[in-house]
């Protein structure tokens, strides 16, 4: 069973800075990348920041600057440091991965975590 398990969400004024984890645990032999997202409600997910095996990291344009995602996937972590938020900010942010991972057989598959709250106040 494989698992993404996020952690640091919380309530920041805007202009603060949080530090958003995911940790992957499971059968997992590798990764190809590892993701940020965020919905807001009545709107659609959204792709933050992704960093693949490469090392290789793309942004949303509303966060470059200001966002910074690093992956160690020999610990199968990924982090996503927050700076200058802002209160459209404001969302559930969620950690996806593409895993290659061994179940009855071995396969390449997408994960999600199961969502840390930001809330940025003015």
């Known amino acids: 069973q494989v698992q993404l398990v996020e952690s640091g969400g919380g309530l920041v004024q805007a202009g603060g800075s949080l530090r958003l984890s995911c940790s992957a645990s499971g059968s997992i032999i590798s990764i190809n990348a590892m993701d940020w997202y965020r919905q807001d409600p009545g709107r659609q997910r959204e792709l933050v920041a992704r960093?693949?095996?490469?090392?290789?990291?793309n942004y949303a344009d509303s966060v470059k600057g200001r966002f910074t995602i690093s992956g160690d996937f020999a610990k199968n972590t990924v982090t996503l440091q927050m700076n200058s938020l802002k209160p459209e900010d404001t969302a559930v942010y969620y950690c996806?991965?593409?895993?290659?991972?061994?179940?009855?057989?071995?396969?390449?598959?997408?994960?999600w975590g199961q969502g840390t709250q930001v809330t940025v106040s003015s």
């Open positions: 960093v693949t095996s490469g090392g290789n990291t």
């Open positions: 996806h991965a593409e895993l290659k991972v061994r179940t009855v057989t071995i396969g390449t598959f997408s994960y």
